[in-house]
């Protein structure tokens, strides 16, 4: 019997996706899917899937944030927290609009902080992730929350890369993501493949390594932060999956 896995990323108002099966890497795609119900509910109903998004959302942020946002903010260190916001509260997620957003995360938060404009920008696919979580409680145990720097950091031996995925660095940020897939196991003409259509090189390698964190996942073996991990007053998980650490 096949075990699909999947991978997503936030994508220009959809996700880019990628699939595996286990059982036989050489069966494998990508595309650019309009929910993560049309992933989770495809013909190879991936058994295990990550995902870019908060999952598990506080109705008062204290502290600066989720708990699992703090852990994975200390894994990263000062060269790469910066890629993990806060997390405001459920209240300011589902405001109206930015100006709202803030005034609702400023009463709701102990300290007080507004939600980044990158964060307001991303809210349209937290909230949709949250609605279907707390709609088909029957896919908790199949989407998982990830996030592709700690992955690419864990793969690369827990060292920052060398190079960035955006910018002048572009180019060699790219290629030595591909390399520390194609180290995790990922098949070769997987990670060679161009993206779909609509999706772009960082959006399907950061989707990639979403996938690489649901195998490890369901292989037992991958580290959650924090540990132990809370939960949200809906039931969903407040923690972030890391891969299995390798030594370099």
């Known amino acids: 019997m096949a075990r699909w896995i999947a991978g997503l990323d936030g994508c220009r108002g959809a996700w880019a996706g990628v699939l595996l099966d286990l059982d036989d890497p050489s069966r ?26 908060p999952i598990g959302l506080p ?55 507004a939600p980044s404009i990158q964060c307001w920008n991303i809210a349209p696919y937290i909230r949709a992730v949250d609605a279907l979580l707390r709609a088909r409680p029957d896919l908790r145990d199949r989407l998982h929350e990830v996030h592709p720097e700690i992955a690419f950091r864990c793969l690369n031996g827990g060292l920052p890369l060398a190079a960035a995925k955006k910018g002048a660095e572009r180019q060699a940020g790219l290629a030595a993501r591909r390399a520390l897939l194609r180290a995790a196991g990922l098949p070769e003409a997987m990670v060679l493949e161009p993206p779909p259509r609509g999706v772009g090189q960082d ?46």
């Open 28 to 53: 494998h795609r990508a595309g650019l899917f309009a929910t993560v119900a049309d992933v989770l509910d495809a013909p190879e109903a991936p058994v295990c899937a990550g995902i870019d998004i």
């Open 59 to 113: 109705e008062r942020s204290v502290g600066g944030g989720r708990s699992a946002d703090r852990a994975a903010r200390a894994l990263l260190g000062p060269r790469g927290r910066a890629s993990v916001f806060p997390v405001p509260p459920r209240a300011a997620l589902y405001a109206p609009d930015y100006e709202t957003a803030k005034a609702l995360s400023r009463r709701d938060s102990d300290p007080p902080f």
């Open 203 to 248: 959006d399907h390698l950061d989707a990639m390594a979403g996938l690489v964190v649901a195998r490890d996942i369901l292989m037992g073996r991958a580290r959650p932060l924090p540990d132990p991990f809370e939960r949200d007053p809906h039931g969903l998980p407040v923690v972030i999956w890391a891969p299995e650490a390798v030594a370099r």
